[in-house]
């Protein structure tokens, strides 16, 4: 796009804001109990004021309530959702097929806010009204450049009070080049989110000063620490010379496994994908008298201490990859 | 020619760009804005300028900065490693040079559009870091990829073996957000914090909360390095280089040093503090203010430690007795600091030491004679003593 | 789930006892179903896998209903959800293992707000905050 198409698309795509994406939507079927508990079934919901009027009744819901969070469940489009929507019905749709004709083809939720004004009864009739509230300006995400897109959905009953609303925001943007085929949206408003690959941690770079520990690891479930074959002092990390001796010549011992804490955080933030937080992070005085930085596993965070003993459990992740973590000593 | 760098150079311009969280420019533009403002705060002209000093991290080149600014010939440039590590070492290779006469003038700079480009707080990765990969290889597997996670490793054994709590490291990212309140170039400027703030903000890596952490921000900052006897004539009042040094401790690592028998002090910063006393003729006594490198508050403590302003283990009571405030036995980063001005890798901490040297501080104590500053905690690092002519 | 919580009985930080929930085929395309969302992607994995994605992935809709139970059933009978905020991250794909994470993060005279953190192999699927009534 040059300058003058980048502005005539964007004052195109400013006359979205503000527009209804159609008419108003009432729900096929009134709140009624046969979905409430379809809808417990598949949540592994027992909450009494969904389930049993008896019970009910000895809470403050009084009666069979719908579950708040099915709010939205009661104006789907339902069956006619699976065609698709190639041509759009709605301004909605016509707004995220504006976007991807300029190459915006990216979609991805990315918020909601649901207020419940209150719990709903049986029998009522909800009727839902959507507006395209904001389109934001052009925003660098690490998906791509692309613009942030909320609706807000008023919920009414059959008399018109004032049930709830919802906020939706999605991010459609324009994927770097390479990832324009791979991954995807999936659901043509972005109700979906979209990732190519199960990410795993992130591997050691290998070299060939410490590639041959992590082959140790992987192929013989062992601790390795190198030793020098001059001196025999040990060390960790692995290194290409002795510092006691200066002999470049060195072996590996096994570790016995045990050792103790002595000191650890607990990550929590910020958060990378392929790891599991909160993470006990552990430096570990080794028994062979060396230090490494590890993991802490079956121990809650709050039960860590400085001091504590730890035994070597080798860990395998999904993809295979093994690692030295410590746990608990029996 | 000098046996020591003592009083052999001087800063004698200033320059800096507007601190946000999205310059909206490109690091070359915010490198090169604040180079020509220290010359310009000098009373120089970009042709004075014969040497260039920045990080390794610094994505401008010094031939692309002085092609810009409009510097001609050059006899001198180098480039200091370790991340926020490098701030001193600027300072100490620029004064080497002109010391030696190896360059008259020399601008040493950091620029970075590091909170709307890459992140540091985002972490190593096995694409960005390069050099060192291997020796990243046996943290990054584990989850420890940023450096909160690597300086939380060493705060949570300090802090239990001396009795530290998070009141103590409120205390000093308290103290830095009221500075910042007269600062008109903080980030957190208009934005007090009180100890509910504080503890209420969320975990990052215990013990460190968020505002125990430093900020990411886009910005430039340089100083311009003369010698000692050239800064009298210029037009600023100089800020004369009494000690400076680069410090690297017997089992260094960047930010991984976990191998040593005492990993609740920083003895690089030990050795740093040995060293500059020792060129100066001056001890912890005779410091009147400075900028300690405040990425995460636990920094402080040790630091307070290290040049001997307090014993071992003592810097949570000292903290606590308001010392780091304005009135107080050390006031320090009475810009706000990396916390609360903004992260501007260490060289921001320098341009308050020289302005508090001039008198010039958004909040400048009385009587200021020496001022400390000290480079990134956790790497091979480095301090210099400021003082009058 | 039977005595409810007064918000004068909680703390903030205070913890929920953590729930990890294996994700099946059945429950993500149930889910989908039961909240009348018939997306492909939610409960024909060949859809999926065209859009590029290994498998068929749970809806909006099912995550803030597995959220909303395991706020519930922490809280008590008598806690009204007033609000639900949501971040949305990665899928929550069958053969996952979805963990539940709960804390309060926020209170006032009658009411609490409870963030919940939903991670599996991906990483962060959910952070869902909900705004609870509390007896006072
Ligand atoms: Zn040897």
Redesign the pocket.
Known sequence: MNENDKKAFETQLRTFVGRPIGPPMTGRDPVNEPMIRQWCDAMGETHPAYLDAKAAKGTIHGEIKAPPTMLQAWVMEGWEMHEGYDEPKNEQHRLHKFLADHGYTGVLGTNTEENYTRYLRLGEQVTAETVIAEISDEKATGRGIGYFITTRTSFVNEKGEDIGSMSFRVLRYKPPAEAASAGGGAGKDGKSAAVAAKPTRIKPPMGQDNAWWWEKVAKENVLPIQR?T????LRHPPRPM?D????QKWDSIAASGRGTIHTFTVIHYPQFPGYDYPIVSIIVDLEEGERMASTLVECKPEQVAIGMPVELLIHTDEDGFKIPFFRPAK | MPTTIHNEAAVAGIGQTAYSKKSGVSELSLATEAVRKAIDDAGLRPSDVDGLVTYTMDSSDEVEVARTVGIGDMTFWSKVNYGGGAAVGLVAHAAMAVATGMAKNVVVYRALNGRSGQRMGQGVSGQIISSDLIHWSWYMPFGLLTPASWIALQAKLYMEKYGATSEHLAHIAITQRMHAQNNPNAAMRGKPMTMDDYMNARMICEPLRLFDCCQEDDGGCALLITSAERAKDMKQKPAVIRAVTQASFEGQEQMTSFYREDLAALPEMELAAKIIYEQSGLGAKDIDAACLYDAFTPEILMQLEAFGFCGKGEAKDFVTADSLTLGGALPNNTHGGLLSEAYLHGVNNLAEGVRLIRGTSCNQPEGVDHVLVTSGVGVPTGAVIFGQV | MTKTFKASELTIGQELPPLDLKITATLVAGGALASRDYTPVHHDRDAAVAQGLPDMFMNILTTQGLCSRYVTDWAGVDAVVTRVRTKLGGPNMPGDLLKLRGKVVAKSEKSVDVEVAGNNAWGNHVTATFTLALPA
């Open positions: 020098c001059g001196c025999g002092k002795c006691a001796c200066g002999s």
